[in-house]
C-alpha cells in the first residue's frame, strides 16, 4: 500500500507519496578479487548504467521478503551464506524523477560456488566498479566497509569460505577480502583461540613440492556470532607487519 499523500498546510501543495525500495550488495571472492553482483539497467534514469539488483517493496511484504524476491530474480537466493540490512536512505533527491526510499542489504556467497545470472548482471570488481546508477556506488563501498569491519570482530568469514579449507587458503579469502596482508600464523593463532575454527581430522594431500600435507578446519558454526567485540584486523605496519587482533 502505497503512503497516503501529505499536504503541505502553508505551501499549500501536496507531495508525492514515498516509494521504498530493497537492494542488495552480493559479495563474493571471484578469481582471488572481492567482488559484487550488478545487473545493467535498460531504462531511464541512467539506462546502461549498472546497478545493485533489488526493486518495490510490494504490500504486506517485510523488507527481507521484498529483497529476497528480488535476489531470486538474480541469483539463487539459495547460495547466500549470510544476508543482513545495511541501511536506509532518504535523501529526496537520491532519485531524479520519484521521492525514493532504499533498504539495503549486504549478501555474501561462499567461495567456489557459481550462481546462474541472467544476461544482464555480472560480477564486478570492488576496486574496479563501473559507472553506477543512483547512489549505488556509495551503498557497495558502506557494504565493503561493513563487511571488513565484522572480519575483524564476528565470524562472518564462513560466509566467504568454502565448507572445508586449509588456514592458508582461509588466510588468502581475508587478505582478498580486507584488502590488506595477513600472517597465516597470527590468523590461525586468534581465530583458533576465539573457537571460531575447528579442525576436521583430515589433511588435504601434499603438491608436487612435497612437505607436510596441511591440515583442513571448517568455522565451527555458519551462523554470525560476535567472537570479540573490540578486536580489529589493522593494515600491516613497520612494527607490526601481520595484523592485530
Known amino acids: 500500500m502505497h503512503p497516503t499523500r501529505v499536504t503541505d498546510p502553508e505551501a499549500k501543495t501536496v507531495s508525492p507519496p514515498a516509494t521504498h525500495v530493497t537492494l542488495a550488495v552480493v559479495f563474493q571472492v571471484r578469481g582471488g578479487r572481492l567482488q559484487v553482483l550488478l545487473w545493467q539497467r535498460a531504462r531511464q534514469p541512467f539506462a546502461g ?3 545493485l539488483p533489488g526493486g518495490y ?8 521478503e521484498s529483497i529476497r524476491r528480488q535476489l531470486a530474480l538474480k541469483v539463487d537466493v539459495r ?27 549486504l549478501g555474501l556467497v561462499p567461495l567456489g560456488l557459481d550462481p546462474a545470472v541472467p544476461p544482464d548482471t555480472a560480477w564486478h570488481p570492488v576496486d574496479d566498479l563501473p559507472a553506477m546508477a ?20 564476528t ?9 572445508t579449507f586449509t588456514v ?29 575454527l575447528e579442525p576436521i581430522g583430515e589433511r ?41 587482533a
Not at 536512505?89 to 521521492?99: I, L
Not at 565470524?155 to 565448507?163: D, I, R
Not at 594431500?205 to 568455522?219: A, D, I, K, Q, T
Open 155 to 163: 565470524n562472518v568469514g564462513f560466509a566467504l569460505a568454502p565448507e
Open 79 to 105: 547460495e547466500l551464506a549470510h544476508l543482513e540490512q545495511l541501511e536506509t536512505r532518504s535523501d529526496p533527491d537520491r532519485h531524479p524523477t520519484e521521492w525514493q526510499l532504499a533498504t539495503a542489504y
Open 134 to 153: 543512483f547512489d549505488h556506488g556509495a551503498i557497495t563501498l558502506t557494504a565493503c566497509e561493513r563487511l571488513r569491519a565484522k572480519l575483524s570482530y
Open 204 to 244: 588435504r594431500p601434499s603438491g608436487r613440492s612435497g612437505g607436510r600435507p596441511p591440515e583442513l578446519f571448517r568455522f565451527r558454526t555458519r551462523t554470525l556470532e560476535v567472537t570479540d567485540p573490540f578486536a580489529a584486523l589493522r593494515p600491516p605496519s613497520r612494527r607490526n607487519p601481520s595484523f592485530s
Open 57 to 64: 517493496l510490494e504490500p504486506h511484504e517485510t523488507l527481507e
Open 168 to 196: 592458508s587458503e582461509l588466510r588468502d579469502l581475508y587478505v582478498t577480502a580486507l584488502g590488506h596482508a595477513v600472517s597465516t600464523t597470527n590468523l590461525k593463532r586468534v581465530l583458533l583461540r576465539r573457537r571460531v
Open 49 to 51: 548504467a549498472w546497478s
